[in-house]
């Protein structure tokens, strides 16, 4: 059943792929529509509902040359440079054996075991817990932890992370990823460019550019005015509901990452560590401690772990670290771990980074000069601060 998990899931992300690029240029034309039909408002607000879908259409086959040339302009541009755009995002830089021997050494032993090319390996300097892997192709694959990763998980542990995001690069979930992400960056871009273009640059329906109006039609009948006038309207409304769909069918693409891609992938690490307990244990740590400061839900997409809770978890990625587990107790022969107790300095904001690891675990008071925080003290306890916001379906876990 495994094989033919793999197998199946792997040919349906190229077919996805392939979907999705297709789905990207509809997209953009269904963006060039909104714009010409607010556009030929803006020309001339005195026609019928039927002229300006006609004016709109004829706009269209006028623009999809050049519309189908900048979409086309932006997956190259994004094909050869997506890379140092998430590098940018999160600070990631690539890191040698001798610079990161244990972690270097763990990636290549997983390659040649299994004859797969060696990826290049990134750090990002972070205290979250969290790893992700990226690339379209065999030279540009990388797979990117983050420093707080290493420092926490043991060699067992962190084998089976390495192992799981490779297993991501095998299964070309990897490239879908990427185009989800393509496809969202474009179609927000033009969407933004019509807004701003067409509402905030002050266009005003049946009248032409605000304070550019002319009066000489000042003549025309009541009736006239308000069935030209509505006209106009419908068909203002009628773009901004296109432009709305085209972005919300942009975000909702990554429906298309199903979620089953983790559930395979931690089956594709237990495969090349043969310990499924190490994929286990490292689920829980990483669990609710992944968050990446100032990355975008693009890139938390791309993570082993990306929590979220409520209503925002219908439109999740990932299935819930608890599901994964079952998953490899029930399938894998894993042994059962429960979640692990949020740690007292994690809840700090890092106050206590500079502190040795686990040094409140065991109930020991941090050794700090400043007063501690509590009911018996008169210093007041930092106010929480607030979840921030990743993408449009709401806050993370």
């Not at 004829?58 to 050049?66: Q, R």
């Amino acid at each position: 059943m495994a094989a033919y998990g793999l197998y199946t899931h792997i040919a349906a992300n190229k077919t996805r792929s392939v979907v999705l690029l297709i789905g990207l240029f509809v997209l953009v034309y269904v963006l060039v529509y909104a714009g010409a039909l607010i556009a030929e408002v803006v020309i001339d607000g005195e026609r019928t509902v039927p002229d300006y879908l006609r004016a709109a259409t004829a706009d269209l086959i006028k623009a999809a040359p050049f519309a189908t040339i900048g979409a086309a302009l932006w997956i190259v541009i994004a094909y050869f440079f997506h890379q140092k755009l998430i590098d940018a995002v999160t600070g990631g830089h690539t890191v040698t054996r001798a610079e990161q021997p244990r972690l270097y050494n763990l990636l290549e032993n997983l390659c040649i075991s299994r004859g797969i090319p060696m990826p290049k390996l990134k750090i990002m300097d972070s205290e979250a817990l969290n790893a992700f892997a990226s690339g379209l192709n065999p030279k540009q694959y990388a797979v990117t932890v983050t420093s707080g990763l290493v420092e926490r998980l043991d060699d067992a542990e962190l084998e089976a992370v390495l192992a799981h995001e490779l297993t991501h690069i095998r299964n070309g979930d990897v490239q879908l990823m990427v185009i989800a992400v393509i496809i969202a960056g474009v179609v927000g871009f033009f969407g933004e460019l019509m807004f701003r273009l067409f509402f905030q640059g002050g266009v005003r329906i049946g009248g032409g550019w605000s304070g550019g109006g002319s009066s000489s039609s000042s003549s025309s009948s009541s009736s006239g005015d308000r069935k030209s006038g509505g006209g106009a309207i419908i068909v203002v409304i009628l773009a901004i509901v296109l432009i709305l769909l085209a972005w919300l069918l942009s975000q909702v693409v990554k429906l298309a990452l199903s979620r089953s891609r983790e559930f395979l992938a931690d089956a594709g690490s237990v495969e090349l560590t043969k310990n499924p307990d190490a994929m286990i244990s490292a689920l829980r740590k990483i669990e609710n401690r992944g968050e990446l400061p100032g990355a975008t839900s693009a890139v938390m997409e791309m993570c082993v772990d990306n929590p979220r809770s409520g209503f925002s978890d219908l439109f999740a990625t990932h299935p819930s670290v608890e599901a994964r587990v079952d998953a490899l107790v029930k399938f894998a022969g894993g042994h059962y771990q429960p979640p692990l107790p949020a740690l007292p300095a994690e809840q700090d904001d890092n106050d206590t980074a500079a502190e040795p690891e686990g040094s409140t675990v065991d109930g020991e008071a941090p050794a700090s000069a400043e007063p501690t925080h509590g009911p018996w003290s008169d210093t007041p306890a930092p106010a929480p601060k607030p979840s921030l916001l990743r993408g449009p379906w709401g806050r993370r876990g």
